[in-house]
């Protein structure tokens, strides 16, 4: 299935992109993705779904946005 | 006593006089520095209902026990008076070599008293304090001025200045230091130029008293080379604060026109990405290395430093989203001495006055021609509307009328940062009690409300976080004097501020200790407020109230359809009090007052206002 993946911050330097569309296994969760995308297991961060935050298990659906920013902690 | 030079210098203006003040160990311990000597001195020395631009008011520069000394990232000074924009206790902070300068001239605090009769420059030099002229630079913005400055006294000495938007008493003018640094947006350039004040020079020779001067220099120095290389790793620094910007248009927190929207399909033009591949040079303040200043060309070429807070609420909060424009906008209010943030939302609120038909004129969003001009009729104060905008946007709409003040994004008369909480709560708390006015740097909590919380809740963990933020942010790390920087975005432990505490004061302290100060400087702050506001109520502590209107609702996106609501927001607020232990209109309470070793001074505010 398509998705849209949003890089946030550092990551799109440290990753290489900003924004991309994806073609992923159906049953592909919000920290497999994570995996995929190449970010580092142990670096904090927030993954958003269509703008609200997205526990590691959660499912994907065709047609998601999904941000994965380091926390950021307001300047 | 290791740690403070143990002096206050007080400087007269009217009489062009000065003396050394000693303080005590106790009340060093008592309130640390910075912020707590600020607020302690303001609500001692001045007289209720005061005109914060008359000479009654007083210009405080406040410095901490590390302020200065080289650790990460000790360049900052806390500059604090009566608020001309607020009518209230009123700070800021700001990157300055006056933080090492000054203490080394011997003194951890700076009083400047009265008015001068002719525009002034004051030059500390150790014990040598000169009364100069500066009509010279009377008139000129703030880029000039520091280099009129620097041509004189070299580029080592500590500068504080103003542009015309201080000398125009414009209610947010700030105070400039360094390149680009801007500090007291509560409008301490105007308490500047109110007393005819263009700038302060200092340099100061000598060593500032630390319990374990050799401990100090190599921890600082192996901190500071950590924190550079930890910044290396994160990549924090490569897009700085404006790495912010594209998550915040993610989660539907931007400000978008006037704030009414919270999310823009063109915001990825002026984002940290872009922002970082337009570099031209990086800035930084004293005892950095984790510099945030991005600099860019701006539409006339000239050099622009950026951050997000200038770039979302003069970008996107105008609907401009090119980088050159913003970064246009953004020099004008560096160089006029406008905050970038008051600035940004005053601008804003003007175009949205005029598309609602509450005020005159034909402005509209986008057209950054347009707001270049109104920038500069408001820095000069030049016609009726830049002249009314100049008192910022609270005032303006009392004057507009027609419901205008609903959309002035402001609290207590301080516009808000650049955080649209059109729902998001607990960050719509935030901004609502922090104790100056509407600011971010009290607290912060927008990632802990989605990730650790539900958007949706007005619980008390949300109250709690609050707090938990307002003690390190607006509390340790704004009375030690140091930027928080290294710790909210790299995750520089806490625990190395007591450490740094105890080598230059001896003091064994925890963090524990500091929360205690923290809570009894926020208290103070809010027995100043009371003696000015004795009538007021707990709806001083709301946001604005466009975040509340169910016809002002997001049609699309993550929170389509929300707003905040008013009894859950009355609630939540509800929390905090209890949790700080202020009464219902949000007044510390006698019991409260005693707990924190303020009882003397709650009588003494108990004379203009009442306490339970």
């Known amino acids: 299935m398509k998705i849209t993946v949003k890089l946030i911050g550092p990551f799109v330097q440290l990753l290489g992109f900003g924004e991309k569309e994806m073609d992923v296994p159906a049953d592909t969760t919000v920290e497999g993705l994570v995996a995929l995308v190449g970010v580092d297991r142990s670096?904090?961060?927030?993954?958003?779904?269509?703008?609200?935050?997205?526990a590691p298990g959660e499912g994907l659906a065709a047609g998601d946005r999904i941000a994965i920013s380091p926390i950021y902690s307001g300047g | 006593m290791n740690g403070w030079t143990g002096q206050f210098l007080r400087v007269n203006l009217t009489t062009k006089t000065y003396k050394k003040e000693p303080f005590s160990e106790e009340f060093a311990r008592k309130w640390i520095g910075g912020r707590g000597f600020a607020a302690k001195i303001l609500f001692d020395e001045l007289a209720p209902g005061i005109d914060p631009l008359g000479p009654d008011n007083k210009f405080i520069v406040a410095l901490g026990p590390i302020a200065g000394i080289p650790a990460p990232n000790t360049g900052k000074a806390v500059v604090a008076g009566k608020s001309p924009s607020t009518g209230g206790y009123g700070d800021g902070n700001l990157g300055t070599r006056v933080a090492e300068q000054l203490r080394k001239a011997g003194y951890d605090v700076l009083i400047v008293e009265g008015r001068a009769a002719a525009p002034t420059m004051l030059y500390i030099e150790d014990d040598k304090v000169e009364f100069l002229p500066a009509e010279a630079v009377w008139g000129k913005g703030t880029y000039e001025t520091n280099d009129w400055i620097y041509a004189k006294y070299g580029k080592g000495v500590g500068v504080l200045n103003i542009g015309q938007a201080g000398e125009n008493l414009i209610r947010y003018a700030v105070v400039r230091s360094l390149e680009g640094r801007a500090g007291g947006r509560t409008g301490m350039g105007a308490v500047m130029g109110s007393k005819l004040l263009k700038a302060v020079v200092v340099k100061g020779t000598r060593p500032i008293p630390q319990a374990d001067p050799a401990g100090m220099k190599k921890v600082g120095y192996d901190d500071l080379r950590e924190v550079n290389r930890i910044d290396?790793?994160?990549?924090?620094?490569?897009?700085?604060?404006?790495?912010?910007?594209?998550?915040?248009?993610?989660?539907?927190?931007?400000?978008?026109?006037?704030?009414r929207k919270t999310h823009h399909p063109d915001a990825w033009k002026c984002d940290g990405e872009r922002l970082n591949?337009?570099?031209?040079?990086?800035?930084?303040?004293?005892?950095?290395?984790?510099?945030?200043?991005?600099?860019?060309?701006?539409?006339?070429g000239r050099e622009s430093e950026l951050d997000y807070e200038n770039v979302g609420l003069l970008g996107p909060n105008l609907e401009i989203f090119d980088l050159p424009p913003i970064g246009s906008l953004n020099y004008m209010c560096d160089d006029y001495g406008v905050d970038t943030m008051s600035g940004g939302c005053v601008l804003s609120f003007y175009a949205d006055a005029v598309d609602h038909g509450a005020a005159p004129g034909d402005l509209r969003f986008g057209d950054s021609a347009g707001f270049k001009k109104l920038l500069t009729s408001i820095a000069l104060r030049q016609g009726e509307i830049g002249d009314l905008l100049a008192e910022g946007s609270l005032r303006a709409a009392r004057k507009f009328g027609h419901g205008s003040v609903d959309y002035a994004m402001q609290v207590k008369g301080l516009e808000v940062a650049a955080y649209n909480c059109k729902f998001i709560p607990g960050m719509?708390?935030?901004?609502?009690?922090?104790?100056?006015?509407?600011h971010h740097k009290e607290s912060w909590v927008i990632t802990f409300?989605?990730?650790?919380?539900?958007?949706?809740?007005?619980?008390p963990e949300k109250a709690k976080k609050v707090i938990e933020l307002q003690r390190i942010r607006g509390g340790?790390?704004?009375?030690?004097?140091?930027?928080?920087?290294?710790?909210?975005?790299?995750?520089?432990?806490?625990?190395?501020?007591?450490?740094?505490?105890?080598?230059?004061?001896?003091?064994?302290?925890?963090?524990?200790?500091?929360w205690t100060v923290a809570d009894r400087v926020y208290a103070m702050i809010k027995l100043f407020w009371l003696r000015e506001y004795p009538g007021a109520d707990r709806k001083q502590d709301y946001p604005p109230a466009v975040w509340?209107?169910?016809?002002?609702v997001d049609t699309e996106g993550p929170i389509a359809g929300k707003h905040l609501e008013y009894d859950k927001y009355d609630v939540l607020l509800q929390h905090y009090y209890d949790l700080r232990g202020y009464d219902r209109r949000g007044i510390p309470t006698r019991a409260t007052l005693e707990r924190l070793g303020l009882a003397e001074e709650g009588r003494a505010a108990e004379r203009f206002g009442s306490l339970t």
């Open chain 2, 277 to 300: 591949n337009a570099r031209i040079a990086t800035y930084g303040c004293p005892n950095c290395t984790m510099r945030c200043g991005i600099t860019i060309r701006d539409e006339e």
């Open chain 2, 548 to 552: 509340f209107d169910p016809t002002n």
């Open chain 2, 232 to 259: 290396k790793k994160t990549g924090w620094s490569i897009q700085s604060t404006n790495g912010v910007l594209a998550w915040c248009n993610e989660v539907a927190a931007l400000p978008v026109r006037n704030f």
């Open chain 2, 449 to 459: 409300e989605l990730k650790q919380s539900v958007r949706e809740s007005y619980g």
């Open chain 2, 476 to 514: 340790l790390f704004e009375s030690i004097v140091a930027c928080r920087f290294p710790w909210i975005e790299n995750g520089w432990s806490l625990e190395n501020y007591p450490k740094y505490f105890k080598l230059v004061s001896g003091l064994d302290w925890t963090l524990d200790d500091f």
């Open chain 1, 43 to 54: 670096r904090p961060r927030i993954v958003t779904r269509n703008g609200r935050a997205a």
């Open chain 2, 428 to 438: 719509a708390l935030a901004f609502g009690v922090s104790p100056i006015g509407a």
